[in-house]
């Protein structure tokens, strides 16, 4: 099935927003077996009928987004009905809709809005549950006339409204168009630790020979989601091989991200987490409370860049600096232990390296860093690892590290 | 001017790379004047040609990225030459960086990579500083016996390859093409605290009325970013309208952000800043450690999410906790002013609100944060903010105020 996407929007060509909406669209039809063959995207005004029609020549399936909205400039709706020569009539449901969005709001229903009540005769609506604009949906006998066959979906812009629809208007349809799409499952593995290298080498042979499967990798914040696609006996084979083979650097099958597990092993196990972070400047505390309940698992967190800080708040002997530096193994320690007896939590995570750019030596380079974690009853581990690059990414990796170290003392499975 | 994009590569279409190159070109040519008239993005593959093909037919520029590389699926070099129809030719200044390349790696160059060194007759090599693959420049005249006036650029995928070689290579020759291209500036005033309709009222009649100025709003990380692009005098002029209505609101004029003005700031003074964050988790720890230099005016930072690490770190009484509430002025004071003393720093930043989704009540909806600056010699300034929604922009939000209080005490500016 040949699918085109169509963006509409002046400020997609400015830079002024990211087209994160064309990303999403193409992994949640990667996930139904479906690359997208094309994309186009085209200011606000005429070469949007242009490009929806150009699309419609080559493509089964033409998703359109933005242009809805109450706007001049918002033109998708009128110049699809103008293409496919279409008359537009009132729609009741759309109006109720509406008037009730804005009744909520005490406002009534402008002219402008109304627009929005259009419907070309022979489309279908498709509601947005979050927002004014509906979408619509051409069945392609609607192209028929112009010696086409595509079925033509207008979306609204905002990925909040976009998102939805796509994936209860427009999935579903594709889903009864593919041959298997009813049956059809996918499986997202997070993989963490383990570079794309390394995962191909370990399972891809192995994959290969599964029929059926569709296979891929995404790349996010440091970790690796393996997508396994295909019907259902081919993904579970799939996913056995690769639970065979790395089993303990998986850290979700439902696309959950590192600290979201963490916060909820420690939620379940009525723990509590402490950090301690110099080279990291926060960014794992900041993770942690990224999530949602994290203050029932995380009370105390230090950012101690400088050494009188670790010394004097995390307890860590100025001689242990001056003796080994600021970035060794037995520092981490130290401070990883302070902030356990500081703190009273069950676990403490600490973390000292050398971020760069500046700040490196021969022996210690730029990228190196000691992460330690200390727990109650339990032995102090702690681990080296180099990852050398920008800041950011230093902080990402060195970060992901120290939270899969967590998970693993969690899980019991040993340090890797 | 017309100008298209063509970007190539199934990555960007199976959604595993977020396509911020589109996004990034825009900008550029958007301060030279240029609106990008149309991106079309293409899988790897035979359709490449096609979609160059017709991108050349409308336009007076292509830029074309992607499809470079060593590997058999880069095929952007090969197709647009025998579009062009045009013989390759081994370039021995190309074979002579790779070598150089490679050697530096210790190794040799592969029959795979040696293809990076052929150049159609006629097109010019645009170097790669930062890669192997270099870029490729077809005048116009290339393409004139097939009916087109086009001058098409090929530019390496990757981001760090692709941004020096648009401003050096690209930029340049596109200045000389623009009527107004040689004497054409842009000046970007990055506004913070202030929404964009705000901006709006205050200063776009004013802006409007200026002969010949091109004038764009771009919000990036909860900041505006005014971009006023023209000939040297309707910048100018525009520059002392915004300064006017927004000058104490304006971080930068240069696209630095807020910590980077922060950091510089505390630097020039040999000033210390500490934090003590509830709510925030540590973002403005991490936004500031997120500089390179951070070390030489950040040493000491808490994440005081718990009731009791704000007693037993920060010396936050627990009475004043009992008696108004975690989230209160007394106790955002409280914190600034323990953590200035426990850090020994010039100025120290609290923050304690309620990120949500749950913990809010009537008196104190989610959203609302209470943050303090306390600096030796001086009163302490505190704040109340109500910023409701996800808990990033929470968090974002939140730390821009904070480090926008730090900015304007050390700048002598007064709260706003």
């Known amino acids: 099935m040949n699918v085109e996407l169509v963006n509409t929007g002046t400020e997609l060509l400015l830079g002024d927003t990211i087209n994160t909406n064309a990303a999403w669209i193409g992994q949640r039809l990667a996930a139904l077996g479906v690359q997208v063959a094309r994309q186009t995207i085209v200011p606000d005004g005429a070469v949007i009928r242009t490009a929806i029609a150009e699309a419609a020549q080559r493509a089964d399936v033409v998703l359109v987004s933005g242009g809805l909205g109450p706007t001049n400039d918002d033109l998708t709706r009128e110049s699809t009905a103008a293409l496919l020569n279409l008359d537009m009539e009132l729609d009741a449901g759309v109006m109720q809709h509406l008037e009730a969005y804005f009744a909520k709001r005490g406002k009534p229903v402008s002219a402008a809005t109304q627009r929005q009540a259009m419907v070309p005769r022979g489309a279908s609506v498709l509601p947005n549950a979050f927002g004014t604009a509906p979408g619509l949906y051409f069945p392609a006998e609607l192209s028929a006339a112009l010696g086409w066959n595509a079925h033509i979906f207008l979306l609204p812009g905002p990925p909040r409204e976009l998102k939805p629809m796509v994936e209860s208007e427009v999935e579903t349809r ?22 794309e290298s390394d995962i191909v080498e370990a399972v891809e042979k192995q994959l290969e020979a599964i029929p059926g499967l569709d296979l891929g990798y995404c790349i996010r914040n440091g970790d690796v989601d393996v997508r396994l696609a295909g019907p259902q006996a081919a993904v579970d084979a799939a996913a056995d091989v690769v639970r065979g083979a790395l089993g303990d650097c998986i850290v979700s099958e439902d696309r959950r991200i590192i600290e979201e597990v963490v916060v909820q092993l420690l939620a379940e196990r009525g723990q509590w987490l402490s950090t301690a972070e110099s080279c990291t ?29 670790k010394h004097q708040h995390l307890g860590v002997p100025m001689e242990l600096i001056e003796t080994h530096g600021a970035v060794s193994e037995e520092v981490a320690r130290a401070m990883a232990e302070g902030a356990l007896k500081n703190s009273g939590a069950d676990h403490a995570l600490s973390v000292t390296g050398i971020a760069g750019p ?3 030596t021969p022996e210690k380079p730029v990228g190196t860093v000691w992460i330690a974690l200390a727990s109650k009853g339990a032995e102090t581990w702690a681990i080296k690892r180099f990852s050398p690059g920008s800041r950011d990414r230093f902080k990402l990796l060195t970060s992901q590290a120290a939270l899969d170290l967590l998970r693993r003392r969690l899980l019991g499975i040993g340090v890797r």
């Open 281 to 309: 400047g926060g960014t794992i505390a900041n993770r942690i409370t990224d999530v949602s309940g994290a203050s029932r698992v995380f009370g105390h967190g230090w950012v101690t860049y400088a050494n009188e800080a």
């Open 358 to 360: 500046t700040g490196g």
């Open 174 to 195: 594709l889903r009864q168009w593919l041959p298997d799409g009813a049956s059809r499952r996918v499986l997202y593995l997070k993989v963490t630790g383990v570079g």
